[in-house]
Structures are given as structure tokens and as C-alpha cells.
């Protein structure tokens, strides 16, 4: 750990596993940063480093003290950005994680007060709601990617929905396929400011299974690595979403 990287990224279980997505993409990058892995618990000396964004993407919230969350939010409340990435262990998840803790007044959504997971076997397709820079310059309009699953949530008054995600059944009927789009949509990127330091919540996940094809999206493909994790493959729209999405945070 070093004083001088601009992000602290937590969870995603290790860097040679699941982290090796968002890890690669910041390398690429050099968006820098230091890692905890998901098994690992978050101490004092990380409040003390000048991070300009943490990250937290399924990071279990018992490997907080209630303390640090008071004091991270502070931090974020004086100018640190803030990004929660969905997954079993991020917002309410699996075991109400972040519901009642005072993370809930830093993030711009109204998390569920039970389990908010939504897994699809069927497309979960993204669409582009407002222009905004995370977005911009990126085809949402005209190829719409999609995700596996996410976890479900409510925008709050005052914050601003970038994303929304809508579930599509396909049946099929006498050698034709049927296309059949939920009549509503769920939140999926929703921003908003906390104090001086901005705040991102996007209900789904940088990596497998829940990314689903919206790792591939692009129109050319990139391999990136981080020191310490695996070399992967990416679509250059997915690498380059991400990258917007934590230099928005960041305010870089």
C-alpha cells in the first residue's frame, strides 16, 4: 500500500479471480489503485491515505467496524468519491449487507429491506436514460448490451438515473422467436452528490456471472492485466464505460 494511488478497490473476492476485470481495466488506464480482497478486513490506516474514490464491489460489510463506515462517509462527505458495484455482498445483497448501516444515507438509492438480487436466465437489457459524460460517446442507443442479473433498488429524489436495465422473456412459437420486454425497467447506474464527494450505485457487476455480455461489448477487443491478477479480454465499450464511470468519480 502506497500513499499516492488515486483509487482504494475493494472486494470482487481476489485479484487473481473476479478482480482481475475492473483491476486490469484501471491499469490499463492508470487509474491507480490499492486492493483488498473480499476475505479481507478494512483497517485504519486506509482513512488516513488522500484517496481521491474507494470502490466497493461485493465486499462483505462485517469486515467494517460501524466506526470506519462513520468515518468513511465523513471522507466522502469532504470530497472523496464514493462507487458501489452490485453483487451478492453490495447494497442489501444476500444478507442485508448495507441496509442498516449509515452507508444508506451516503448512497444516492433507496436500497430494498430484503434481499435484492435478480437473477436472470433471460436478457436483462440496458438503455440509456440521459446523456451524461459516464455515457457519453459510448453506443448505448444503437447497441444495447446486457446483463445476466443485478441487484434491485430505487433511485432517490434528487438523484439522477443514467441506466435503467429492463428484463426480456424470449419464447419461441412455431419456429419464430417472441421478444416480450418487461413493461418497467429498474435502475441500473444512479449518481448523485454526498456533501463534496460524488456517488455512484450501479446494480450490476463488473465481472461474471452477473456482467454477462456486457464484458464483450465493443467493436474490438483488449487485453488488460494488473500487477498480480490474470490478463484478461475484454470489448473496448466495456473498458471504456468503466474507466468513465471511476473517472467521474474521482472528478479526474
Known amino acids: 500500500m502506497t500513499k499516492d494511488k488515486m483509487v482504494l478497490y475493494c472486494g470482487d473476492t481476489a485479484l487473481p479471480e473476479a478482480a482481475s476485470y475492473l483491476a486490469g481495466v484501471m491499469t490499463h488506464f ?41 468515518n468513511l462517509t ?10 458501489m458495484i452490485g453483487g451478492w455482498a453490495s447494497f442489501t445483497g444476500a444478507n442485508r449487507e448495507y441496509t442498516e448501516t449509515v452507508l444508506r444515507d451516503l448512497l444516492p438509492v433507496i436500497m430494498q429491506e430484503q434481499d435484492d438480487r435478480v437473477n436472470s436466465w433471460q436478457p436483462c437489457v440496458i438503455e440509456k436514460r ?13 447497441f444495447s448490451p446486457s446483463v445476466g442479473g443485478f441487484n434491485r433498488f430505487q433511485a432517490k429524489a434528487g438523484a439522477e438515473t443514467i441506466l435503467t436495465v429492463r428484463q426480456i422473456q424470449i419464447s419461441r412459437k412455431q ?9 418497467t425497467s429498474d435502475p441500473l447506474l444512479v449518481i448523485g452528490n454526498f456533501g463534496s464527494g460524488r456517488v455512484c450505485a450501479f446494480a450490476s457487476d463488473v465481472a ?32 471504456a464505460f468503466f474507466k468513465n464511470l471511476i473517472r467521474w468519480v474521482i472528478k479526474e
Open 74 to 83: 465523513e471522507k466522502v462527505k469532504q470530497g472523496m468519491g464514493f462507487l
Open 208 to 239: 461474471p456471472h452477473w456482467v454477462g455480455g456486457l464484458v464483450d461489448w465493443g467493436d474490438s477487443r483488449i487485453s488488460v492485466r494488473a500487477e498480480g491478477a490474470n490478463e484478461i479480454e475484454v470489448g473496448n465499450w466495456y473498458a
Open 30 to 70: 492508470s487509474i491507480t489503485f490499492d486492493y483488498l480482497a473480499s476475505n479481507q478486513e478494512f483497517t485504519n490506516e486506509f482513512l488516513f491515505n488522500d484517496y481521491r474514490g474507494i470502490i466497493l464491489s461485493d465486499y462483505p460489510a462485517i469486515n467494517f467496524t460501524p466506526s470506519q463506515l462513520v
Open 130 to 142: 440521459k446523456k451524461h459524460p459516464i455515457v457519453d460517446g459510448l453506443p448505448f442507443d444503437g
Open 175 to 183: 419456429g419464430n422467436f417472441i421478444f416480450s420486454p418487461s413493461s
